[in-house]
């Protein structure tokens, strides 16, 4: 199993708002190490989406948000979208094991 | 812009040992960290490690140390993953993707541009 605990899947109409949790421990998120999340198409790579906890890169949607308390994260996307349908994925740095990064299981968003 | 470009996909032996590479253009080579992620099918990412192309410097997941190896050549600008061992488990999508953090100092671990994907494939 993942490092960091996701939902395997959410869902929303068109329109709603939906969030994504992501829940580490005292070596990664509890540890105040940085939150990412990635947005997977069907048969694509990995898309960065959000970045250290609340920060978006340019050409992502102000939709799309982060954020991050104690042992956890979460990202919430509202004004949902069919084109929003995907897999979704959080990753940090854990400092245990010499260090290393480690992802969520993710998440399959499905817009109903 | 930043591309990475992955060669193609591989079908091989268990017990064998497959090397894929990662040209990057677009940006100093040297300049950033690059990580290897994988995906099995159906499943999440998992990561693997990362080599400071500068430096030539590695950090290993502890999962895959004693059997992976990441190297690079500056002169075509490209990294290598070398996986030995193979087992049908090893069976995924591998990824190059590069570190937002300069190689100068330390890896951020978050990733701004991902190459397209390698599928290897393992089976007798």
């Known amino acids: ?112 | 812009q930043v591309q990475l470009v992955q060669s193609g996909a591989e079908v091989m032996q268990p017990g064998a040992s497959v090397k894929v590479s990662c040209q990057a253009s677009g940006y100093t080579f040297t300049d950033y960290y690059m990580h290897w992620v994988r995906q099995a099918p159906g499943q999440g990412l998992e990561w693997m490690g990362w080599i400071n192309p500068n430096s030539a410097g590695t950090n290993y997941a502890q999962k895959f140390q004693g059997r992976v190896t990441m190297t690079r050549d500056t002169s075509i600008s490209t990294a290598y993953i070398e996986l030995n061992r193979l087992r049908s488990d090893d069976t995924a999508v591998y990824y190059c993707a590069r570190d937002t953090g300069s190689s100068s100092g330390a890896p951020l671990y978050y990733f701004d541009s991902w190459g397209q994907g390698t599928l290897v494939t393992v089976s007798s």
Do not use: M
């Open chain 1, 1 to 112: 199993q993942s490092v960091l605990t996701q939902p395997p899947s959410v869902s929303g109409a068109p329109g709603q708002r939906v969030t994504i949790s992501c829940t580490g421990s005292s070596s990664n998120i509890g540890a105040r190490h940085d939150v990412h999340w990635y947005q997977q198409l069907p048969g694509t790579a990995p898309k960065l989406l959000i970045y250290g906890n609340i920060n978006r890169p340019s050409g992502v949607s102000a939709r799309f948000s982060g954020s991050k308390s104690g042992t956890s994260a979460s990202l919430a996307i509202t004004g949902l979208q069919a084109e929003d349908e995907a897999d979704y994925y959080c990753q940090s740095y854990d400092s245990s094991l010499s260090g290393s990064g480690v992802f969520g299981g993710g998440t399959k968003l499905t817009v109903l």
